[in-house]
């Protein structure tokens, strides 16, 4: 079962699936019989520990469902690995893209799980000549991989993060060329995109202002969505005791509700 189903004791995510999707998604499930808009993306889609995430805010401002297709720590390779979930977003009358975590994505470095992506599966000949010294069989997800290439050479490691942010690209790429209805892209983050590459492994490593744009050409839009207040409102948020670590990086329901706001600005017109 992938992580975006299991239950926590506070909130019924009724964890469902479209179209014979082998991924599971944020209940309850919605009739796809007329129009409707997708989003997708992760963690901050998924909105684990709100009542409402702001795809449901979303829907409150919209005359027309609104599908939450997020899955946390997904990448663009979980939509297009996944034929159910792949069609439920192509026939949106409007698709928004989440632009994150561009890390868990297989290129020709290393490959991570169909499904799971934020899951480290295998080095390729080429990252293993790179890395000699490098042990893989310790690394199980993304994250530690990338962390321990950068402390082992910095200069190598800018080989592995542009061979990336190629490969993202190429996939955000394939996937707009998917989709039926308008596209637009959405980054909503605590801190703008960079300008330029950076060293650090930040929240988003790899994805700058530049990458993005070589892709808003092919969308309706790019909506950005920096919340001064990221946290704003956590007392809101249900979080079991144990997992309290686990919910500090997440946004808190102000930011999901300035970005709810925002997506309709965009988003209303096209469904005129």
């Known amino acids: 079962m992938d992580i975006s189903s299991r239950r926590d004791p506070s909130i019924d995510y009724a964890p469902c699936r479209y179209n014979g999707s082998r991924l599971w998604f944020r209940g309850p499930r919605k009739a796809l019989r007329s129009e409707y808009v997708a989003c997708l993306g992760g963690s901050e889609v998924y909105g684990r520990y709100l009542l409402r995430p702001w795809p449901d805010l ?3 401002q919209l005359s027309c469902p609104v599908v939450n297709l997020g899955i946390e720590n997904a990448g663009i390779d979980a939509y297009l690995n996944d034929p159910g979930a792949l069609v439920t977003a192509s026939n949106a009358q409007a698709a928004v893209i989440q632009l994150a975590c561009s890390h868990n994505t297989s290129n020709r470095f290393y490959s991570v799980h169909p499904r799971r992506n934020d899951r480290f599966l295998k080095a390729s000949q080429a990252l293993i000549s790179l890395y000699p010294e490098m042990d893989f069989t310790e690394v199980h997800f993304t994250r530690h991989l990338l962390s321990r290439l950068q402390s082992i050479c ?13 490969a993202w690209q190429a996939r955000v790429r394939k996937l707009i060329s998917h989709m039926n209805g308008q596209s637009f892209l959405l980054w909503f983050a605590p801190e703008p995109l960079r300008d330029g590459t950076s060293t650090a492994l930040s929240e988003e ?4 202002r530049n990458t993005v744009a070589a892709l808003t050409p092919l969308v309706s839009g790019l909506l950005d969505v920096v919340p ?15 997992e309290h670590a686990r919910a500090e ?12 706001d925002r997506v309709a600005q965009a988003v209303i017109p096209v469904l005129q």
């Open 228 to 242: 001064e207040m990221w946290r704003a409102g956590d007392e809101e948020l249900l979080v079991p005791p144990l």
């Open 249 to 260: 990086h997440l946004s808190g329901p102000v930011a999901h509700r300035q970005v709810a």
């Open 205 to 208: 490593p790899f994805l700058t």
């Open 58 to 60: 979303l829907e409150d």
């Open 154 to 166: 910095a200069e190598r490691f800018e080989l592995v993060a542009e061979e990336v942010r190629c």
